[in-house]
């Protein structure tokens, strides 16, 4: 592992610690470090500063400089592709007219159901960005830094930040995004550390796993997607072991209920309030959740507006075919037409952080919650089709290589789509990355194990 890596990772920690001009100067240093790095092709530490901004942070990051509002991911991303051109894809020519064809024809079609222009150019700017990576992605040496960066990220990097920040950190709110250094990669740096653990099976790796989720827990707090992809991970691994060594399954099962048992119901873990809610919710979700409107208001927040999307998303297609299987395209909005907020009990969406003021008084919502009702939205039906085609095709690499690894990816796929250029970039890099498993495979298995 290279030393840049311990540096940057240390150089956040400060940033994140929100000491005055100390975090601001080196803030902006990571800023213009990251220009240098890829000026010098120095991609897989470019990658780690990618990774490690956040945009629900006071501190100075690549997302938000001096309060100014200016996120620094959309110049920077243009400076890469700058870069790779000068240097050189290897790509098929026909492959990137393809994907530029199908860009421009989602361009047109969002066109058509806009109703903001300001909303239109982002989405058109996040996605041509979200197609320069794809195609860069495609060529192995890209790939390659990515991943490496990315596994660094979840075994080293993530954890320095989680037990540095969280011990010495001065603006930390247990329960709320803004003001922690968290958004939605946090939860694919847990998976994938589980699935290395799980990979390597090594009594140390456990420990080291443990200890990073009691920091998390500690210190700020396990969101729900992060328990849901972890219980996932760990049942797929288990359902594959099975198959494999059932007495040692046996034993893997009969140890994870203790220990879950005994954490959900010491005073440790109620102690954090947050987490604690975030695990009854899932657990009321699943004793109540139904597509009866009646019953919906049973269901939790935050995953009921994720149900509402996709009911009023799938309902507004089933009138429009096309749509429904083709998508609404790139600044498209959907409307809660078929299925009002109000009959499932959401009186309103203000202060609830769920959607910007314009839309809420516009009753027009350009961005779904999840990976479902987001690419159901943009894409269509052929496009969450071909997501869940890539998930598939990685677990399957897990079941014939026990890479959990893999399982990992895919299940981050499947929840996290969407929210933002930096995780559109992640999704698109871990969709090539399962995709050319076979080739890459030595390298993988390398960086994994390492």
């Known amino acids: 592992m290279r030393n840049s890596h311990f540096i940057l990772g240390s150089a956040f920690c400060i940033v994140y610690l929100d000491i005055s001009w100390l975090s601001i100067a080196i803030g902006y240093g990571i800023i213009g470090a990251s220009v240098f790095l890829l000026s010098k092709k120095c991609y897989q530490e470019f990658f780690i500063v990618l ?46 007219l393809v994907l530029c064809m199908c860009f421009f024809a989602y361009s047109i079609l969002g066109y058509t159901k806009c109703a903001n222009a300001g909303y239109f150019i982002i989405d058109n700017l996040r996605w041509f960005l979200t197609l320069i990576f794809v195609i860069a992605f495609i060529d192995e040496r890209y790939r390659h830094d990515f991943w490496t960066a990315l596994l660094q990220y979840a075994k080293y990097l993530y954890p320095m930040l989680i037990i540095v920040v969280g011990a010495l950190g001065r603006s930390v709110d247990s329960g709320r995004e803004i003001g922690t250094l968290f958004d939605e990669t946090g939860s694919l740096a847990i998976m994938l550390l589980l699935g290395i653990t799980l990979q390597r099976k090594r009594l140390l790796g456990y420990v080291y796993f443990a200890a990073v989720i009691l920091a998390k827990s500690f210190f700020f707090y396990i969101g729900s997607f992060e328990i849901i992809g972890v219980s996932l991970v760990l049942i797929g691994y288990i359902m594959n072991s099975m198959r494999i060594n059932p007495k040692r399954s046996i034993a893997l099962v009969l140890s994870v209920i203790l220990i879950l048992s005994y954490t959900l119901n010491s005073n440790w873990f109620s102690g954090n309030s947050f987490t604690a809610y975030k695990a009854r919710q899932i657990l009321f979700l699943i004793d109540s959740i139904s597509f009866d409107p009646a019953m919906l208001q049973l269901v939790p927040f935050s995953p009921r507006i994720r149900i509402l999307e996709i009911l009023n998303i799938w309902a507004a297609g089933l009138n429009d075919p096309l749509r429904l299987l083709l998508g609404s395209g790139w600044g ?82 499947m929840m996290n789509i969407g929210y933002g250029l930096k995780n559109m970039i992640v999704c698109s890099a871990i969709t090539l990355i399962i995709l050319y498993s076979k080739n890459d495979n030595s390298r993988i298995l390398f960086s994994a194990r390492s």
């Open 51 to 96: 990774l490690l901004s956040s945009y629900h942070s006071n501190g100075i990051t690549i997302f938000n400089s001096l309060g100014t509002g200016i996120s620094m991911i959309y110049p920077l991303s243009f400076l890469f592709v700058l870069r790779i051109l000068y240097e050189g894809i290897a790509v098929r020519r026909r492959l990137a």
């Open 332 to 413: 498209s909005y959907f409307e809660y037409s078929y299925l009002k907020a109000s009959s499932a009990g959401i009186s309103t969406f203000i202060d609830t952080g769920s959607y910007s003021l314009w839309e809420i008084s516009e009753s027009k919502y350009y961005q779904a919650h999840n990976t479902v009702g987001y690419l159901l939205h943009k894409v269509g039906l052929l496009g969450l089709l071909g997501i869940v085609y890539v998930s598939l095709k990685g677990i399957v690499r897990f079941v014939k290589s026990k890479e959990v690894i893999f399982l990992a990816c895919s299940v981050y796929l």
